[in-house]
T-cell receptor, first 115, second 109 residues
Framework: KAGVTQTPRYLIKTRGQQVTLSCSPISGHRSVSWYQQTPGQGLQFLFEYFSETQRNKGNFPGRFSGRQFSNSRSEMNVSTLELGDSALYLC??????????????FGPGTRLTVL | SQELEQSPQSLIVQEGKNLTINCTSSKTLYGLYWYKQKYGEGLIFLMM?????EEKSHEKITAKLDEKKQQSSLHITASQPSHAGIYLCGADGGNKLVFGAGTILRVKS
């Protein structure tokens, strides 16, 4: 069974630009969560999508948005990039909605560098 | 909101030595995950603990959950260079996973 895939793996952008990251969950998984990982803040929850609906959102500005398609693939968009958005963005898929004990499988991440 | 504190922040051990990493929660733990991460890569699932007192082992890694202490420990026996990486604990923080800051493990040959 193929794991969670994320594209692209590496990305360099300049301030003010926007970026779209993609995540393909494990086949059959309907929940996709996104996390931002930085050395200073660690792993922080961005949002979760389940059955094409955003179910939960972390404490991030509106510049961060996402969506999920009918095949459960998810995209995350960051507009008006700032230097502080440089991070490793991880997505995780699970069979059920997050909450309770439900194993999440993580992708390899997208390393975003904002210059 | 729930917070997880990991200790130590980093650890350097000689190959073959045992070590323990702790994860303490600010709220009652109803379950806990342990993940391992190689620098700059995704998280690899190690174990999920569901009940107080539960203990699970995989190869040379054992994890325990102490609900009363709101704590979990990860123990590695006879460490090897392949154990090096960042170990993260995670818990259900109300429809999202909350993670500790991680423990960086280096194993000296």
């Amino acid at each position: 069974k193929a794991g969670v895939t994320q594209t692209p793996r590496y990305l360099i952008k300049t301030r003010g630009q926007q970026v779209t990251l993609s995540c393909s969950p494990i086949s059959g998984h309907r929940s996709v969560s996104w996390y931002q990982q930085t050395p200073g803040q660690g792993l922080q929850f961005l949002f979760e999508y389940f059955s094409e609906t955003q179910r939960n959102k972390g404490n991030f500005p509106g510049r961060f948005s996402g969506r999920q398609f009918s095949n459960s693939r998810s995209e995350m968009n960051v507009s008006t990039l700032e230097l502080g958005d440089s991070a490793l963005y991880l997505c995780a898929s699970s069979l059920l909605r997050t909450g309770g004990l439900n194993e999440q499988f993580f992708g390899p991440g997208t390393r975003l560098t904002v210059l | 909101s729930q917070e997880l504190e990991q200790s130590p922040q980093s650890l350097i051990v000689q190959e073959g030595k045992n070590l323990t990493i702790n994860c303490t929660s600010s709220k009652t733990l109803y379950g806990l995950y342990w993940y391992k991460q190689k620098y700059g890569e995704g998280l690899i699932f190690l174990m999920m603990l569901q009940k107080g007192g539960e203990e699970k082992s995989h190869e040379k890694i054992t994890a325990k959950l102490d609900e009363k202490k709101q704590q979990s420990s990860l123990h590695i026996t006879a460490s090897q260079p392949s154990h090096a990486g960042i170990y993260l604990c995670g818990a259900d923080g109300g429809n999202k996973l909350v993670f500790g800051a991680g423990t960086i493990l280096r194993v000296k040959s």
